[in-house]
């Protein structure tokens, strides 16, 4: 089975294999690890420069969300736009971060808002049953 790199959205600990573990080593959240590429890997680890397409983007997510209790948004429009400005902050700040989310200028603290981000621990999730930019939404 061939391997790829995966991301955990909530620490970013960076696995390759021919999934994601179901468990992460670094932080112990559950099924949070999203497939990754060699250019996100880097960046999270200090050394990359290109950009990904949207569209790769969001088939992702898409993949992120299978099987698990969130959906990605069915409105194509909201998730193009957040797509859109995850890319923008991509060219602007070098990271994917959530459209959403302010950074804090810290690295280290910013690390937890690229997106997905820890949503499920988000007030708006459990008061409301989508993430805070409405990307994921509860089944």
């Not at 179901?22 to 680890?45: H, M, Q, W, Y």
Request: aromatic share 8%; with cysteine; charged share 30%.
């Amino acid at each position: 089975m061939e391997k790829s790199l995966w991301r955990c959205h909530v620490c970013n600990d960076i696995h390759l294999g021919s999934k994601g573990p179901e468990k992460c080593p670094t932080c112990g959240s559950r099924n949070a690890f999203v497939r990754s590429d060699r250019r996100e890997s880097l960046l999270i680890i200090g050394e990359a420069d290109a950009l990904d397409a949207r569209e790769d983007i969001v088939a992702a997510w898409r993949e992120f969300a299978d099987g698990k209790e969130f959906r990605l948004n069915p409105d194509e429009t909201v998730v193009n736009t957040l797509a859109a400005g995850v890319l923008e902050n991509m060219r602007n700040q070098g990271m994917r971060y959530c459209p959403c989310r302010i950074t804090t200028g810290d690295p280290e603290k910013d690390l937890r808002l690229i997106c997905p981000c820890n949503f499920p621990s988000q007030r708006t999730w459990k008061e409301e049953g989508e993430c805070w930019c409405s990307l994921f939404v509860r089944r």
